[in-house]
């Protein structure tokens, strides 16, 4: 609580202690009242003119209700007494008023005001906190001064005061702790006030009922006031008139405490017990009631059938007594000796709730049916009571004899009879009630007669309130006190699944505290109290049922779904089960002002937590799919469809685990430019993995689009790590050196040589670098160059695959717009039709959406052309000129290249297919990249390398040939073999030359090989130039060609 709350919350409660003090006044005059009246009735004075003649007349129910009104005195006192925290905030609100005292103006309070408002503040102290209520009552001034009504020297009314609190505790002893018993309890507690009452205004003892009444404490150590308030009569008489207790020696006294603990021990062994017997008594007597209120009514059995259903109802309202009784003195009684208890007990008083609930519920399925029965017995009833009435009136009347005793009597019966014609309401219940205490005086009753209509009368009591009698005994407000008992009984509940619908009798208690709290004062609303009840409460379902029962539901789930798996033992019959479906057959439990559907809490959160692990691991779709369509078939959750792109069966390797391990991927899959397909370079497997456009664009779906752009940028970090090995290799000194002799050998022979680079010059350099040094592979640096060159080229395919794979999306997506030239826009169409705003948002979205796959469609983005623009102006910069030198390198790699090819194919047809392949058109790419990349197209074109060596393989297959044609004649068989091996041996040279020479021709065309970069800059001067003039002055809306992340 934050520091000033309280004092705030007691300024709030001070109106209403104001009201108490003006009810507990009240209070006060009516007791003075009623002892007035009452001594006026009894005068001992034999000369004094008497009201009525009182002799042998007792109004026993007068003394009830005084009791009444005393134990709701005793309450008030009790209620304070136990309530530690306003007595706290009172001194804290006295102490802030003291502080205001010396500075008023700060407070804006005038200092006149303070002074009446703090005398006001000590009254209410006095009068109500300082747990005087009762006592100031019993020490009222009975006696008039002004000679008025005598009380405490009128020795007839307290003979009279005496003979009725006995004659009352004769009635009250005989049934206490009895299965018949109704309030006796409560009328036990008015007859100990009402005993020191009687102490208080005659000053005296009767030591024998004294004694009685502390024998009680045996049978009843502790009673409930009300909610969580428990009193203890032997504390209440021994603390009010010490003077009776002294003469009563310390052990007696000492034995009822030590009685009151092993009270509550026997009660907590025998809670088990009692909860199996109500658990009997309470199911038979709901199926008699059933069957009673559902029998026709026979017209010639009816008052015998309206006995039965009163006999019923009565039945039902002794056991919500009894069991009310049990829970509320021992969890109170737990409470307030601060005394732990067993799971055992809470369990046991649990289940007590659920059966008082349960005949509250009883009395109000059938309301109607009861309803309509109360107003025939009543009437049943009364018929009863005036038959006894008019037999006693008879009597009466035939005594000729006349007396004005006879004549009160006589008027008294018709009185009770007339009252007893009319609607059983309180007051005419009273009546009568008072009119035969003075009725059945002079034996106008026979003894026979009088017991069975004192029957009929509480008969009448009971059954003329009902409703308000059930429902008092079934209020569970008391369980605030004791909110600790509930997470342990949703633990039970969760246990033993079997019984889950007894939760709605819980809740329903639980509801029982709402009315109670409504009344609150000291906050600003009492909305706010019954917040953070609703929340407390909920919090404590969440995390003892429901998330439990989730995490059941979902293990359960997983575990059948994988057992494929060596997982836990899970026989029914070693490690038990629980049916945790009949959660799910529970109707929704109503608790304030909602419903709360467990069936629909464990759907929703399976839901939830089968959408989000498929998104993040969308493979796992099967598996999430086969745990729904199980959580139909075993509990009946009706699951929601998750709708995620699930991956199709010929995905293929996924583009996310390609683009994590682009470097892995680069090098383990070869490259077909035509077919735009990469395969698999070798596999454990007996087969081949294959990607191409189809598993990309699949791919796509699954991801988005947004994916494409993350690609590219990974693709750009890989290559940058690429050229980085690049240029160390161009810059190594061996390399370097060679390569410029190679440029400067050129230049000198070219002429001679007719601008072709010869082959020889290209041969020399290959096999000469192997010199250098050979891997354990057996591989020379050229042939790691060309790996490196073709690792470049695969990952520039596979960039090209991403956007052909977009594309074909794309135009997927939009097939089923009818003309891409003119789409409609939705959110104008919308707005003309003036829908409402969650509408014109959606139309916004789907306008966003066709217009991105349109031009996704269109025209996809020029990926090749960010990373050329990216990489070349670092590649042209004088600091890497060693870079220039790449050109000449160019003819000893495709030599390298073509041999590396050759001996791929040829392992095609061996049985030892490892390093086999038929295609690498990476390196192709890779070539024409760097070209590009370096602007050294013509350069390379320069050396017309390809027709040099065309020329060279032609030359050489012409003279074999020729050669065969003068051998033919020799008839040398194996000479001719050779030569035919020869031949085949320079055609297939001269195949693969070509074919490699079509694909870096065609790989050429993607990076424009036909301009140069001097060509490109010139184009774009001119289109830049253009866009000014059509935009006249305005600023240049240029686009970065760098890719999205560099």
Same mark, same amino acid.
């Given at each position: 609580?934050?520091?000033?709350?309280?004092?705030?919350?007691?300024?709030?409660?001070?109106?209403?202690?104001? /009201?108490?003090?003006?009810?507990?006044?009240?209070? =006060?005059?009516?007791?003075?009242?009623?002892?007035?009246?009452?001594?006026?009735?009894?005068?001992?004075?034999?000369?004094?003119?008497?009201?009525?003649?009182?002799?042998?007349?007792?109004?026993?129910?007068?003394?009830?209700?005084?009791?009444?009104?005393?134990?709701?005195?005793?309450?008030?006192?009790?209620?304070?007494?136990?309530?530690?925290?306003?007595?706290?905030?009172?001194?804290?609100?006295?102490?802030?008023?003291?502080?205001?005292?010396?500075?008023?103006?700060?407070?804006?309070?005038?200092?006149?005001?303070?002074? +009446?408002?703090?005398?006001?503040?000590?009254?209410?102290?006095?009068?109500?906190?300082?747990?005087?209520?009762?006592?100031?009552?019993?020490?009222?001034?009975?006696?008039?001064?002004?000679?008025?009504?005598?009380?405490?020297?009128?020795?007839?009314?307290?003979?009279?005061?005496?003979?009725?609190?006995?004659?009352?505790?004769?009635?009250?002893?005989?049934?206490?702790?009895?299965?018949?018993?109704?309030?006796?309890?409560?009328?036990?507690?008015?007859?100990?006030?009402?005993?020191?009452?009687?102490?208080?205004?005659?000053?005296?003892?009767?030591?024998?009922?004294?004694?009685?009444?502390?024998?009680?404490?045996?049978?009843?150590?502790?009673?409930?006031?009300?909610?969580?308030?428990?009193?203890?009569?032997?504390?209440?008489?021994?603390?009010?008139? +010490?003077?009776?207790?002294?003469?009563?020696?310390?052990?007696?006294?000492?034995?009822?405490?030590?009685?009151?603990?092993?009270?509550?021990?026997?009660?907590?062994?025998?809670?088990?017990?009692?909860?199996?017997?109500?658990?009997?008594?309470?199911?038979?007597?709901?199926?008699?009631?059933?069957?009673?209120?559902?029998?026709?009514?026979?017209?010639?059995?009816?008052?015998?059938?309206?006995?039965?259903?009163?006999?019923?109802?009565?039945?039902?309202?002794?056991?919500?007594?009894?069991?009310?009784?049990?829970?509320?003195?021992?969890?109170?009684?737990?409470?307030?000796?601060?005394?732990?208890?067993?799971?055992?007990?809470?369990?046991?008083?649990?289940?007590?709730?659920?059966?008082?609930?349960?005949?509250?519920?009883?009395?109000?399925?059938? $309301?109607?049916?009861?309803?309509?029965?109360?107003?025939?017995?009543?009437? @049943?009833?009364?018929?009863?009571?005036?038959? $006894?009435?008019?037999?006693?009136?008879?009597?009466?009347?035939?005594?000729?004899? =006349? $007396?004005?005793?006879?004549?009160?009597?006589?008027?008294?019966?018709?009185?009770?009879?007339?009252?007893?014609?009319?609607?059983?309401?309180?007051?005419?219940?009273?009546?009568?009630?008072?009119?035969?205490?003075?009725?059945?005086?002079?034996?106008?009753?026979?003894?026979?007669?009088?017991?069975?209509?004192?029957?009929?009368?509480?008969?009448?009591?009971?059954?003329? /309130?009902?409703?308000?009698?059930?429902?008092?005994?079934?209020?569970?407000?008391?369980?605030?006190?004791?909110?600790?008992?509930?997470?342990?009984?949703?633990?039970?509940? =969760? /246990?033993?699944?079997?019984?889950?619908?007894?939760?709605?009798?819980?809740?329903?208690?639980?509801?029982?505290?709402?009315?109670?709290?409504?009344?609150?004062? @000291?906050?600003?609303?009492?909305?706010?109290?019954?917040?953070?009840?609703?929340?407390?409460?909920?919090?404590?379902?969440?995390?003892?049922?429901?998330?439990?029962?989730?995490?059941?539901? /979902?293990?359960?789930?997983?575990?059948?779904? @994988?057992?494929?798996?060596?997982?836990?033992?899970?026989? !029914?019959?070693?490690?038990?089960?629980?049916?945790?479906?009949?959660?799910?057959?529970?109707? !929704?439990?109503?608790?304030?002002?909602?419903?709360?559907?467990?069936?629909?809490?464990?759907?929703?959160?399976?839901?939830?937590?089968?959408?989000?692990?498929?998104?993040?691991?969308?493979?796992?779709?099967?598996?999430?799919?086969?745990?729904?369509?199980?959580?139909?078939?075993?509990?009946?959750?009706?699951?929601?469809?998750?709708?995620?792109?699930?991956?199709?069966?010929?995905?293929?390797?996924?583009?996310?685990?390609?683009?994590?391990?682009?470097?892995?991927?680069?090098?383990?899959?070869?490259?077909?430019?035509?077919?735009?397909?990469?395969?698999?370079?070798?596999?454990?497997?007996?087969?081949?993995?294959?990607?191409?456009?189809?598993?990309?664009?699949?791919?796509?779906?699954?991801?988005?689009?947004?994916?494409?752009?993350?690609?590219?940028?990974?693709?750009?970090?890989?290559? #940058?790590?690429?050229?980085?090995?690049?240029?160390?290799?161009?810059?190594?000194?061996?390399?370097?050196?060679?390569?410029?002799?190679?440029?400067?050998?050129?230049?000198?022979?070219?002429?001679?040589?007719?601008?072709?680079?010869?082959?020889?010059?290209?041969?020399?350099?290959?096999?000469?670098?192997?010199?250098?040094?050979?891997?354990?592979?057996?591989?020379? =640096?050229?042939?790691?160059?060309?790996?490196?060159?073709?690792?470049?080229?695969?990952?520039?395919?596979?960039?090209?695959?991403?956007?052909?794979?977009?594309?074909?999306?794309?135009?997927?997506?939009?097939?089923?717009?009818?003309?891409?030239?003119?789409?409609?826009?939705?959110?104008?169409?919308? #707005?003309?039709?003036?829908?409402?705003?969650?509408?014109?948002?959606?139309?916004?979205?789907?306008?966003?959406?066709?217009?991105?796959?349109?031009?996704?469609?269109?025209?996809?983005?020029?990926?090749?052309?960010?990373?050329?623009?990216?990489?070349?102006?670092?590649?042209?910069?004088?600091?890497?000129?060693?870079?220039?030198?790449?050109?000449?390198?160019?003819?000893?790699?495709?030599?390298?290249?073509?041999?590396?090819?050759?001996?791929?194919?040829?392992?095609?047809?061996?049985?030892?297919?490892?390093?086999?392949?038929?295609?690498?058109?990476?390196?192709?790419?890779?070539?024409?990249?760097?070209?590009?990349?370096?602007?050294?197209?013509?350069?390379?074109?320069?050396?017309?390398?390809?027709? $040099?060596?065309?020329?060279?393989?032609? #030359?050489?297959?012409?003279?074999?040939?020729?050669?065969?044609?003068?051998?033919?004649?020799?008839?040398?068989?194996?000479?001719?073999?050779?030569?035919?091996?020869?031949?085949?041996?320079?055609?297939?040279?001269?195949?693969?030359?070509?074919?490699?020479?079509?694909?870096?021709?065609?790989?050429?065309?993607?990076?424009?090989?036909?301009?140069?970069?001097?060509?490109?800059?010139?184009?774009?001067?001119?289109?830049?130039?253009?866009?000014?003039?059509?935009?006249?002055?305005?600023?240049?809306?240029?686009?970065?060609?760098?890719?999205?992340?560099?």
């Amino acid at each position: 609580m934050v520091e000033g709350d309280c004092q705030v919350q007691m300024g709030r409660l001070i109106s209403f202690l104001q /009201e108490l003090s003006c009810f507990v006044t009240r209070c =006060y005059e009516v007791v003075m009242n009623v002892v007035h009246q009452l001594a006026a009735l009894y005068i001992s004075n034999k000369v004094a003119p008497k009201i009525i003649e009182t002799t042998g007349v007792h109004f026993q129910t007068m003394y009830e209700h005084l009791g009444e009104l005393l134990t709701v005195l005793l309450t008030l006192d009790e209620i304070i007494d136990n309530h530690i925290t306003l007595k706290d905030h009172w001194t804290m609100y006295k102490r802030l008023l003291k502080s205001v005292h010396h500075n008023p103006s700060k407070f804006g309070i005038q200092e006149e005001k303070l002074k +009446p408002f703090e005398k006001f503040l000590l009254k209410l102290e006095g009068q109500l906190l300082d747990g005087m209520i009762f006592q100031a009552c019993i020490e009222q001034q009975f006696d008039s001064l002004n000679g008025g009504v005598s009380v405490s020297k009128n020795s007839t009314f307290a003979e009279e005061f005496a003979h009725s609190i006995r004659s009352v505790f004769a009635n009250v002893e005989a049934k206490l702790g009895e299965p018949s018993e109704i309030d006796q309890r409560d009328k036990y507690v008015g007859i100990c006030g009402l005993f020191v009452l009687h102490f208080q205004i005659f000053r005296t003892v009767d030591k024998k009922f004294y004694k009685s009444l502390l024998d009680i404490c045996k049978k009843v150590p502790a009673i409930t006031l009300t909610a969580n308030i428990i009193w203890f009569p032997d504390n209440f008489l021994i603390h009010k008139i +010490p003077a009776a207790a002294k003469l009563l020696d310390r052990k007696s006294l000492q034995a009822i405490k030590i009685h009151r603990d092993t009270f509550l021990q026997q009660k907590a062994q025998s809670l088990t017990k009692d909860v199996q017997s109500y658990y009997v008594f309470v199911s038979s007597w709901m199926m008699k009631m059933e069957s009673v209120l559902s029998k026709e009514q026979r017209m010639d059995k009816f008052a015998e059938d309206l006995t039965n259903r009163c006999n019923v109802f009565i039945q039902g309202f002794l056991y919500a007594y009894s069991i009310s009784t049990i829970i509320k003195t021992t969890m109170n009684l737990y409470m307030s000796m601060q005394k732990p208890m067993t799971k055992t007990s809470v369990k046991a008083l649990c289940r007590l709730i659920e059966l008082l609930k349960a005949i509250e519920h009883m009395f109000y399925r059938r $309301s109607m049916v009861v309803a309509d029965s109360v107003s025939h017995i009543t009437q @049943h009833l009364q018929h009863q009571a005036l038959n $006894s009435i008019s037999v006693a009136k008879k009597r009466v009347i035939s005594d000729k004899k =006349y $007396s004005e005793q006879r004549l009160d009597v006589l008027s008294a019966l018709v009185l009770a009879e007339n009252t007893l014609n009319g609607p059983s309401t309180k007051q005419r219940r009273l009546i009568v009630s008072l009119a035969l205490s003075v009725g059945t005086q002079m034996k106008t009753f026979k003894d026979e007669e009088l017991f069975p209509l004192q029957v009929v009368m509480k008969k009448l009591d009971l059954i003329s /309130e009902l409703r308000e009698r059930v429902q008092t005994q079934c209020d569970c407000c008391f369980l605030y006190w004791h909110r600790a008992v509930f997470p342990i009984y949703l633990d039970d509940v =969760y /246990e033993n699944a079997v019984d889950a619908a007894r939760l709605h009798y819980m809740f329903s208690a639980l509801r029982d505290c709402v009315p109670a709290m409504m009344h609150a004062r @000291h906050l600003e609303s009492y909305e706010l109290l019954l917040d953070c009840y609703d929340k407390e409460i909920m919090e404590i379902l969440n995390e003892h049922l429901l998330d439990k029962l989730c995490k059941e539901i /979902e293990k359960d789930l997983r575990l059948s779904v @994988h057992t494929h798996l060596k997982l836990d033992d899970r026989n !029914p019959f070693k490690v038990g089960m629980k049916d945790l479906a009949l959660f799910f057959s529970l109707n !929704p439990i109503r608790f304030f002002n909602r419903f709360i559907d467990i069936r629909a809490y464990v759907t929703h959160y399976l839901d939830k937590t089968f959408y989000n692990l498929t998104t993040v691991a969308l493979h796992d779709w099967a598996t999430y799919s086969e745990m729904r369509n199980l959580a139909t078939q075993r509990y009946g959750l009706v699951m929601t469809e998750a709708h995620l792109p699930s991956q199709t069966l010929e995905q293929g390797l996924d583009v996310l685990e390609i683009m994590r391990n682009i470097h892995i991927f680069v090098s383990r899959y070869l490259y077909n430019l035509n077919n735009q397909i990469f395969i698999e370079r070798t596999s454990n497997n007996k087969h081949l993995n294959t990607i191409n456009i189809r598993h990309i664009a699949n791919s796509i779906r699954t991801h988005g689009t947004g994916i494409m752009n993350t690609t590219v940028n990974f693709t750009y970090q890989f290559l #940058k790590k690429k050229f980085y090995i690049f240029s160390q290799f161009m810059y190594d000194e061996h390399i370097k050196s060679r390569l410029i002799k190679d440029i400067r050998f050129f230049r000198e022979i070219k002429d001679q040589n007719d601008h072709k680079y010869p082959f020889d010059r290209a041969e020399k350099f290959n096999r000469g670098i192997r010199k250098l040094g050979i891997t354990p592979e057996g591989q020379s =640096y050229l042939d790691q160059f060309r790996q490196l060159i073709s690792q470049i080229g695969n990952a520039m395919g596979y960039v090209r695959m991403i956007r052909s794979g977009g594309l074909h999306c794309s135009s997927n997506a939009i097939r089923f717009v009818p003309d891409l030239e003119d789409i409609v826009n939705f959110e104008e169409l919308v #707005k003309e039709e003036g829908l409402a705003e969650e509408t014109l948002k959606a139309a916004r979205h789907l306008d966003a959406v066709l217009s991105d796959h349109t031009r996704n469609s269109a025209e996809g983005t020029e990926y090749f052309k960010m990373l050329v623009d990216v990489f070349a102006p670092e590649f042209r910069r004088p600091k890497n000129i060693h870079l220039r030198n790449f050109y000449i390198i160019v003819p000893p790699l495709t030599l390298n290249f073509v041999e590396h090819s050759i001996s791929c194919k040829e392992k095609l047809n061996k049985k030892n297919k490892i390093g086999a392949a038929f295609t690498d058109d990476g390196f192709a790419m890779g070539v024409a990249y760097i070209l590009k990349l370096l602007d050294q197209y013509q350069e390379f074109d320069s050396l017309h390398w390809f027709q $040099s060596v065309r020329e060279k393989y032609i #030359k050489e297959i012409r003279a074999v040939a020729k050669q065969q044609n003068v051998q033919s004649t020799s008839q040398d068989e194996k000479l001719l073999q050779t030569m035919n091996l020869t031949q085949k041996r320079l055609e297939v040279y001269l195949q693969e030359f070509e074919l490699l020479y079509f694909s870096l021709s065609s790989a050429r065309i993607f990076f424009r090989a036909d301009k140069t970069a001097a060509e490109e800059n010139q184009e774009k001067k001119e289109k830049e130039e253009e866009t000014k003039t059509s935009n006249g002055d305005l600023p240049e809306n240029t686009v970065s060609a760098d890719p999205v992340v560099k």
